[in-house]
């Protein structure tokens, strides 16, 4: 019975003749714990005393009293490995940070995978080994970021993957997979999506971008400075990157009404083939105010309340409708000024009242945060 164990930890072996010496590895949760058993002359067990490991001394702190009362109340070896098994799952359950530790071959199986990546793919990893930044640059040469969350079962469990992408990022991963082929299939994914990037990249050059402030490359949506207060909001589909986008023009009444009627007359003349804001112009009928043209500054006109461009993200979207005016302000400074007026009145969501410029009436919306 003592002179091998069995039950999952085939591993503990005499090492002397008469049979007092026992060492070996005791196997928990994935990770092995190197330990030896002396049995005093005669091997009455009661008296056997147990050498550990400093990993497993470290995790069975807090529980010694347990270990040598199960180790005098065991009848013998194999009893008191399956009892000091159960008590190291109740430890490293009770210690995640312990059980947090992966096992030596996670490290050379993490090296052997990037020795076939590439070092140079590296551009960070934390000091447990665990989150990884690997670069990778598409067909254009644009470069990305693949952040990897290595599990400590890793293969044989999928890591968390992420990346400044406008879609979820969708990896196959099988006990066999590497990092070398997760990095095949970022580019993949980066690849499908350079049709996307590569029409935004091109309205992001060519013209003055309102919001956001500084577009990411998951970001779907551009507001493109049309004029003084005008502007258009495009929503392009990742997928179908030249198609006719989500397009919301903003601005004042006068300025907005004709572009909104030369849009609707002319949506049936997108073409796929040409570019996004080729089309965008056609459809139109406009040249983008571009920075070769213009400054920013001529659109970026701060709020006729507060003075100032951005406020917190937000910037004057809301315009007097009065061709003579036009003065933009934030919805958030408008709407304080208006219900702040005994002369405004508000029904439901939307105050009513006069535009503090030129006093012609104006109407502003309750904004989300103050709903
Ligand atoms: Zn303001
Ligand atoms: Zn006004």
């Known amino acids: 019975m003592e002179s091998a164990l069995v039950q999952d930890n085939p591993l503990l072996l005499p090492l002397n003749q008469e049979r007092t010496v026992y060492d070996g590895f005791l ?93 140079g793919r590296l551009l960070f990893i934390d ?44 990896i196959t991963w099988t006990p066999q997979s590497t990092l070398d082929q ?15 990037w590569g029409a935004l990249d091109e309205i992001d050059s060519k013209t003055w971008i309102l919001e956001p402030e500084k577009p990411s490359r998951s970001d779907t949506m551009r507001r493109i400075a049309i004029g003084t207060n005008v502007s258009i909001k495009v929503e392009v589909d990742p997928k179908h990157p030249t198609m006719l986008p989500e397009c919301c023009l903003l601005g004042a009444e006068h300025a907005v009404a004709p572009l909104r009627d030369k849009l609707n007359a002319n949506m049936h003349l997108w073409n796929p083939d040409s570019g996004v804001l080729h089309n965008l112009r056609d459809v139109l009928e406009i040249e983008f105010p571009s920075p070769a043209t213009h400054e920013k500054s001529s659109f970026s006109i ?16 809301q315009v007097c409708n009065d061709p003579r005016c036009g003065q933009p302000f934030h919805q958030a400074c408008l709407y304080e000024w208006l219900r702040a007026l005994p002369s405004s009145r508000q029904s439901f969501s939307i105050v009513f009242g006069e535009c503090p410029y030129c006093s012609k009436p104006i109407t502003v919306k309750m904004a989300a945060q103050q709903a």
Not at 58 to 67: N, R, T, W
Not at 79 to 108: A, G, H
Not at 302 to 317: F, H, K, N, Q, T
Request: with cysteine; net charge positive.
């Open 182 to 196: 997760l990095h095949n299939q970022f580019l993949l994914v980066l690849e499908s999506l350079a049709e996307f």
């Open 27 to 119: 196997s928990v949760q994935e990770r092995d714990f190197r330990l030896r058993v002396l049995l005093p002359p005669g091997r009455p067990f009661k008296r056997a005393r147990l050498h550990c490991c400093w990993q497993l001394k470290h995790l069975l702190q807090g529980y010694e009293h347990i270990v040598k009362q199960r180790l005098q109340q065991s009848a013998d070896l194999v009893t008191f490995i399956l009892e000091l098994k159960t008590v190291l799952e109740v430890c490293l359950k009770s210690r995640p940070e312990c059980r947090s530790i992966p096992p030596p071959r996670y490290y050379s199986q993490l090296i052997a995978e990037m020795e076939t990546l590439g070092w």
């Open 302 to 317: 701060e709020c006729g309340i507060c003075y100032s461009y951005r406020l917190e993200a937000a910037i004057p979207d």
């Open 127 to 170: 000091s447990e080994f665990r989150t990884l930044k690997l670069k990778a640059e598409d067909s254009s040469g644009r470069q990305h970021v693949l952040t990897v969350k290595l599990k400590s079962r890793h293969p044989a469990e999928a890591p968390g993957c992420s990346a400044d992408l406008p879609v979820p990022l969708a």
